[in-house]
Nanobody, 124 residues
Framework: QVQLVESGGGSVQSGGSLRLSCEASGDISSGYFMTWFRQAPGKEREGVATIYTGDTPGHYADSVKGRFTISHDGAKNTVFLQMNSLKPEDTAIYYC?????????????????WGQGTQVTVSS
């Protein structure tokens, strides 16, 4: 089980960009499923983007396709989420999650490592 620490959240205006980082305590380069989830106020947590660190490319929720990009830096044991063309509806707490075994990527119950979350606020 790895420890995860997110960073990079903040407040931006609609149309702006942010890059979130998720640094893992252990070596995830050999093959971990890394996923960004988000939870908006009053809503359930939802999967945003996922990547398998042994391969590319990432997979995305329809709501963020073409705007968000997930990537992995093996040397830094870090997964990134580049978020462009941000909208007010992207406002949420963003969480990084990890698991070693395959499964349905949006099923949060299959992940055994979670970060503490980072707030993203997009104003109109």
């Amino acid at each position: 089980q790895v420890q995860l620490v997110e960073s990079g959240g903040g407040s931006v205006q609609s149309g702006g960009s942010l890059r979130l980082s998720c640094e893992a305590s252990g070596d995830i380069s050999s093959g971990y499923f890394m996923t960004w989830f988000r939870q908006a106020p009053g809503k359930e947590r939802e999967g945003v983007a996922t990547i398998y660190t042994g391969d590319t490319p990432g997979h995305y929720a329809d709501s963020v396709k073409g705007r968000f990009t997930i990537s992995h830096d093996g040397a830094k044991n870090t997964v990134f989420l580049q978020m462009n063309s941000l909208k007010p509806e992207d406002t949420a707490i963003y969480y990084c999650a990890a698991r070693a075994r395959a499964g349905i990527w949006r099923d949060e119950s299959t992940y055994n490592s979670w970060g503490q979350g980072t707030q993203v606020t997009v104003s109109s």
